[in-house]
Structure formats: structure tokens, C-alpha cells
């Protein structure tokens, strides 16, 4: 434990460097930022944004000048000065670089108290957070539920999947049947002590949304994720003031101000903001204290790496109204071994606080150095069409 | 590395602060630290003194670090939540514990909350006081001359439910004197301390606007938020409330009603400093300032200037102005205004402030309650 005279000396810090990382992940790019100081001390954020790798690095570029020489440990501060001193504010890319490199300021921080930072949040609120899979992959039915078999039988109580892709504005009958079908076959498969979470992936009109719900309310699904575009929130109130399945929203929601209106208006059962997007940590447990008022619940969105997941971790652990924290169970190899340990949790999905300073993470630089010189895809972006060839909402 | 620091004792302390006490909880931890923390609640010491004995068993032998969960445990496992007699007491304990977090990290409590974003901390004095239009000018003076750069007063006692004009001016004429006593570039608040009917209060700030108000402070009575946003609607002085509204719930409501100017939660009534912090983010998420509410002692100020150095959408801070023999004499390293009507940001680990208990003792406690006010007819009136 570091004493109160050492504690003081090691605040006297000045920024040196931010530096945007980007490594190919296979589905998306991991954009990671490092934010170094004079001491020695650096701390890592996540920023990773599907198909804006370059938007997201330039963002990162653009807030480099004003962070060098500054303390690092002023972090609302400095998340003030970028969001609000740039007029132009908010947004996924804007929103995810100053994430990124709010997460690397309490990472700092954290490694200069000696303190994981939940500690730095009022302590610690539980023993363990439970996580959920991100997982069952397949392309037809029959693969999805093998998939689940194998996901619950490698110790996980709960999974997440799309049980469908482009539905028209109105759903067909044949959409409806195999999309009961799917879930008919899962439960079959896993039984119904499993979790399942589905996600609509803002996919649907309010029309389709209600009629996918009843369509598999019967297979008590834990909640009903995007079942429509986060653009308008009073389309998401209608939805769940209809349905039974408990709505969830939140990972195209950014900053506080956006979260603002789906409370209000009483649209989602659990708010899933995510710390590489919404403005951070602190913003996510911002967030959370509105959630709160509401008695709505925190589902942290995370389908990222190890690094994102620890930091998210770090506010489960510190968050009253803390649901489940969602993570990603098929990375590439080649991401994993950026880690200098694997990401390691308990059967049935559980993870147990963190002890290390900071955010608990610890990159393998070497390997990080050597996956940087690989070429990444610049622009990929998964893409759904309708039949007729018409665009669709991924 | 996380904290194993365990909570070894808890003590409390009355001390008499004129009709009133102040009321303070000292925690200790097996390693030997001690956080220092406020309760204070005017007209209601052994009532709180009675809620950190049901606290004791919770805390003894708890983490100290564990500062929310414990809050959580306080509230929700009580299941008869809240109300200001219990959250002034949970607030005492959860500032002690901010304060060992704090002193064990070696940092000040505002750099577990996200670290300063101002560099001074601008103060408003509950203070002009006065009988007349002149007492309570030449009060004003004295506090401008003091440094002050913004001032409160309560400029209206007992009200009817209706009054005209003229009961209105018996109010309005000690803050025109005070207006033209200072000149146009004071700040100037009222406080009308829940006083005042809707219909009243709405006149009373028509009458007001033209001396240039900052805010009117609790037009009417807690407790009814649309007949405050009635009010707030009409009112061409923005409307300032909060210090008798307890926890985030209480203060979401007020935002719903978008009327509200100012939100001034204290941080011993609202439930404590992360109470405080979480109420702010929700006034952040509307747009509302906050200028949290103190007429306590120098220990609560520092909490609120922990929590000050680190809202956006921070204001003014109250202080209590009047010369009080108790109020510097108890603690040790009190916050010091500049001669603009600043205060520093805290540098110390911690709280930054302790207690002279020895000097303490000569302000033994009182069996106080609050001033009493009563209409002409013998009834009984707000304090």
C-alpha cells in the first residue's frame, strides 16, 4: 500500500505521449491508446469502433496536442475540456477516442495509488460479476444450437445471439417461423436453466419488434437487446410499454445527454452503455446513477478485447445497479497473445475482483509491436441486405 | 493491491454551535487512521446520534474502502429508507470514509472523483441579517469588505397564504437596500426558506426581478414538486432548491419538472459526498447548475469543496458568514477565502481537516430547537 507521502509524490505527473495503437483483430481492428507520463507510469484505453479505425486514430491525433504536458490525474477535467472546448461534440468517433483515453487516465491513476480502480469509485460494491457469452455462432439453426451446447458446456450460465438478420418492416411469417424455430432448437439444446439473451441489433421497425417479441416470449428470453434503431426513443417506448420480454439499449447511446430520453420516457429495463463509446468510465457510472433513479439496470456492452472487458470489469464491480457484463468468447489467437495473461473467469461466468493496480491489464508489447506492423482492413464493415437487394440495418 | 483496511471503532461528537449543534462521526481503522465526517441536523442531535449506534454493528470489522457497498447496506438493507435524520447520519459516516480513502491513498478526496476541473472554488455568504432595510445593508457591507463577491439573505419571516403587495415589500425593501448598498456587481440571493404560498412567491419574484437576483431559494415548502414548478414557470428569477430534498430519487423529480434552476443538495442530507456527486451528474444531464448547501461547520464546507472541484456544473458554495467563536475554534486547518470570495481547491490527503477535540469541550452540547416562527393569530408558522 502506498503510503501518504509517496502517494502525493507520485501524482506530480505530466502526459509525455498519447499514442494510438491499431491492431487487426480479424472482425474489427482493436484500436488501443497508450498515454505515457514523464514517470514512467503509462496507462491503455480501448477505442475500438467497427469500421472507423482510421476516424477513431485521427480523433485521437486531434486531443494528443492538448493532453501532452498536462496532469493526468485532473480526468473529468480533461474530459471537459476535449468534449465540451470542441464545440463540435460527441459522436461514436469523437465519443470512443475520448473513452479510450479516459480509461488510460484512470489506468494511470490507479497504477500511482496502487489501487485497481474500482477503488477509486467507492470501493468495491460485490464479490463477483457475472459475464455473459457473446458467442453462438453459426449459419443455420442447427449449427447456432450446436454452438450454445458447446458454450454452456464449457461453464457459461448465459449467452447472447441474433436469432435472425434482415426482417422486412413488417415481419414475414417465414422470418417469424424460423426465428422460433432457432430458439425452439436451442432450448431443446442447453435447456432452461440457461440465460438467453437475444439481440435484436437495432434491426427491426416498432411493428417487427413487437411481433418478434411475441413471437418468442414463450422461450423466457432474459432480455430483448435493440429491438429497434436507437434514433428515436419514443419508438423504443412504445416498444416496451407493448412487449413483455425486458428491453435493453444502450450500445449506440453516447455520452450522458443521450441516455437522458430512453429514461424519461421509460423505454429499457437495462441501459448498455459502453466505456470504449459513451464518454468513459466515470460517464458510464454517470450514466448508471441515472439508470439508478429509474431502478433500471447496467448490462455494459463489450464485444472487444481483454482490455475493455477489464475496464468494464472494474466498473461492474463498483456500480450498485451492475446486471451483467458482456464478453466476447472467440477472439483470434493472434489477440489474445497481445495479453501478457489470459482474461480468466469461473465456471458459470463469473469473475472475481481484480487486485491489480489500475485497470489490470498488461499488454505483451513485444507481441503488440510485432501485430502493429501487420496491415489491418481499413473500412470493414459487415453488411446485411434485404431480398430485394435494398439495403438493411446490420 | 486492494485496500484490507478494517473499520475499528466508531465514535461521535455534539458540539454547541448556538441554537444548534454541530454533530460529527470519527471513524477508525485497525491500521490507525481516522476519517472525520458531519451529521449535522439542526433540532435532531440524538436522533442521529441514535442512527450511527444502529450503524455500528454494519461497520465494525467492515473495509473501509468499501465506502458504496457499506452506503448501500446502511440504505437498502434497512428497508425503511432514508429521510434526513438516518442519511445525515449515513452521510457523516460516508464522508469519514472518503476521508480514510483518501488519507491511506495519500490524495484529496476530489482526486477519487475524477480530479479538479477549476482552480478555485467561488463561495456565497449566508449572511446579510438584519431586522431593517439598514441593519441588513450595512451587514452586506461588512461582508463585501470581508471579500464576499455573493450574498444570501432571508429577507421575509412569517407569511400568509396570501399577502399583497405591500407585506411582499416589507421583504423586498431589505434586499433593495442591500442592491443599492453593494452596487450592481454583487451577486445577491433570497432565500425564502419555504415561506411563502405559491401565489406569493410568484408575486415576490416579480417584485424581486428588477434588483437583478441570481436565484430565489425554496419559494414554497418541500415536498410538492409541481406546485415548485408552477412557481419556476412564472418566477423571472431563477428558482434555486434542494436542501430538504433527500437522495437522487427525491432530486430526479424536481428535474423531470424542467423549472428548476438550481439544484443545492447538502451533502450531509442528501445521503452523503457520492450521493451529492451522483445528484449532480443527474442536474448535469438537464443542464441545471448546483450550489450545494451548507450552514454547517468547516468540516461539511471541505466536503463540499472537495465535491465543488469536481461538478461542471458547480455554481456557488454556500458558507455560513457570521462570526462564530465555536466555528474556527474546534478544527484544525480550516479552508481560508481569498480577498475575492474564493476558495482554494484542497491539496491535503483526505478531508484535509480534523478537530481540536480539546477545544471542542468548551462548547458543550445544546438542547436545541430550531427558532420558531408563528403567525399573527397564534399559529404555527415555517421556520
Known amino acids: ?394 | 493491491m486492494a485496500t484490507s483496511r478494517k473499520i475499528a471503532g466508531v465514535r461521535t461528537l455534539a458540539v454547541g454551535a448556538g441554537w444548534r449543534n454541530y454533530i460529527f462521526v470519527l471513524i477508525e481503522t485497525d491500521d490507525g487512521l481516522t476519517g472525520l465526517g458531519e451529521a449535522s441536523l439542526g433540532g435532531q442531535t440524538n436522533a442521529v446520534l441514535g442512527v450511527v449506534k444502529d450503524l455500528e454493528p454494519l461497520l465494525l470489522g467492515a473495509e473501509a474502502g468499501r465506502i458504496e457497498h457499506l452506503w448501500q447496506q446502511a440504505y437498502r438493507h434497512a428497508f425503511w429508507h432514508g429521510g434526513p435524520t438516518f442519511l445525515s447520519a449515513l452521510a457523516g459516516v460516508e464522508v469519514a470514509l472518503w476521508d480514510i480513502q483518501g488519507q491511506a491513498l495519500g490524495v484529496p478526496i476530489h482526486r477519487l472523483l475524477g480530479g479538479p476541473v477549476r482552480e478555485r472554488i467561488r463561495a456565497y455568504a449566508n449572511g446579510p441579517r438584519g431586522d431593517t432595510p439598514e441593519e441588513m445593508a450595512r451587514s452586506a457591507v461588512d461582508l463585501v469588505a470581508r471579500g464576499y463577491s455573493a450574498l444570501k439573505m432571508a429577507p421575509w419571516e412569517a407569511m400568509p397564504i396570501l399577502a399583497g403587495r405591500g407585506r411582499i415589500e416589507d421583504g423586498v425593501a431589505k434586499v433593495r437596500a442591500v442592491r443599492e448598498a453593494v452596487g450592481p456587481e454583487i451577486e445577491l440571493m433570497v432565500d425564502a426558506h419555504g415561506r411563502l404560498s405559491p401565489p406569493v412567491a410568484v408575486r415576490a419574484a416579480e417584485m424581486l426581478a428588477p434588483l437583478g437576483i441570481t436565484f430565489l431559494e425554496e419559494p414554497c415548502l418541500p415536498g410538492n414538486a409541481r406546485a415548485l414548478a408552477r412557481i419556476a414557470r412564472k418566477s423571472p428569477v431563477p428558482v434555486a432548491v434542494g436542501e430538504r430534498h433527500y437522495t437522487r430519487w427525491a432530486f430526479d423529480e424536481l428535474l423531470a419538472s424542467r423549472t428548476i434552476n438550481v439544484l443545492q443538495p447538502d451533502i450531509i442530507q442528501s445521503g452523503g459526498l457520492a450521493e451529492a456527486r451522483k445528484i449532480a451528474a443527474l442536474a448535469e444531464m438537464h443542464f441545471v447548475s448546483v450550489a450545494p448547501h451548507n450552514p454547517w461547520s468547516w468540516v461539511n464546507t471541505m466536503a463540499s469543496l472537495h465535491l465543488d472541484a469536481t461538478l461542471p456544473n458547480f455554481l456557488m458554495q454556500e458558507v455560513i458568514a457570521d462570526p462564530e467563536p465555536w466555528k474556527d475554534a474546534i478544527v484544525i486547518n480550516p479552508p481560508v477565502m481569498d480577498d475575492e470570495g474564493f476558495f482554494a481547491v484542497p491539496t491535503a490527503p483526505g478531508l484535509g481537516i480534523s478537530l481540536d477535540l480539546e477545544a471542542a469541550t468548551r462548547f458543550p452540547p445544546v438542547e436545541g430547537r430550531p427558532p420558531a416562527l408563528w403567525h399573527e393569530d397564534g399559529s404555527v408558522a415555517d421556520w
Open chain 1, 1 to 394: 500500500m502506498t503510503n501518504a507521502v509517496s502517494g502525493r509524490a507520485a501524482l506530480n505527473l505530466r502526459v509525455t505521449e498519447v499514442v494510438p495503437h491499431v491492431l487487426f483483430a480479424g472482425r474489427t481492428n482493436l484500436i488501443v491508446v497508450e498515454v505515457r507520463t514523464d514517470a514512467g507510469i503509462f496507462g491503455v484505453g480501448e477505442a475500438s469502433l467497427e469500421g472507423k479505425t482510421e476516424a477513431v486514430v485521427g480523433a485521437i491525433n486531434d486531443v494528443s496536442e492538448y493532453l501532452v504536458g498536462q496532469d493526468p490525474t485532473r480526468i473529468e477535467h480533461h474530459w471537459q475540456t476535449i468534449y465540451r472546448h470542441s464545440f463540435w461534440r460527441g459522436g461514436m468517433v469523437v465519443g470512443s477516442a475520448i473513452s479510450s483515453i479516459e480509461q488510460a487516465l484512470w489506468d494511470i491513476l490507479g497504477k500511482a495509488l496502487g489501487v485497481p480502480v474500482y477503488e477509486l469509485l467507492g470501493g468495491r460494491v460485490r464479490d463477483r460479476v457475472r459475464l455473459y457469452a457473446n458467442g453462438p455462432r453459426g449459419d443455420t439453426a442447427e449449427d447456432v444450437a450446436e454452438s450454445c451446447v458447446k458454450i454452456v458446456e464449457a461453464g457459461w450460465g448465459a449467452l447472447k445471439l441474433v436469432p435472425f438478420e434482415a426482417v422486412p418492416g413488417v415481419a414475414g411469417q417465414r422470418e417469424l417461423r424460423e426465428a422460433r424455430r432457432r430458439m425452439q432448437l436451442i432450448r431443446d439444446a442447453v435447456g432452461w436453466d440457461v440465460d438467453i439473451l437475444i439481440d435484436c441489433h437495432g434491426r427491426l421497425s416498432p411493428t417487427a419488434a413487437i411481433q418478434m417479441a411475441e413471437a418468442l416470449e414463450e422461450f423466457d428470453i432474459f432480455f430483448f437487446e435493440e429491438p429497434v434503431l436507437p434514433e428515436d426513443p419514443r419508438a423504443l417506448a412504445e416498444v416496451a410499454a407493448t412487449i413483455s420480454i425486458p428491453v435493453a439499449t444502450g450500445e449506440r447511446l453516447f455520452t450522458k445527454w443521450g441516455f437522458r430520453d430512453v429514461l424519461a420516457l421509460g423505454a429499457a429495463d437495462v441501459l448498455q452503455p459502453d466505456i470504449a463509446h459513451c464518454g468513459g468510465i466515470l460517464e458510464a457510472r454517470k450514466i448508471a446513477a441515472a439508470a439508478e433513479v429509474s431502478f433500471v439496470g447496467i448490462a455494459p456492452h463489450n464485444p472487444y478485447s481483454w482490455l475493455l472487458t477489464m475496464a468494464s470489469v472494474q466498473l461492474d464491480f463498483a456500480t450498485p445497479n451492475f446486471l451483467i457484463q458482456e464478453f466476447l468468447i472467440d477472439h483470434p489467437p493472434e489477440v489474445e497473445r497481445l495479453f501478457a495473461q489470459p482474461f480468466s473467469w469461473l465456471p458459470g461466468g463469473w469473475v472475481e475482483p481484480p487486485t491489480a493496480p489500475g485497470l489490470g491489464v498488461e499488454l505483451d508489447w513485444d507481441a503488440v509491436r510485432a501485430h502493429e506492423q501487420r496491415p489491418y482492413r481499413k473500412t470493414y464493415q459487415p453488411s446485411l441486405w434485404h431480398v430485394d437487394g435494398s439495403v438493411a440495418d446490420w
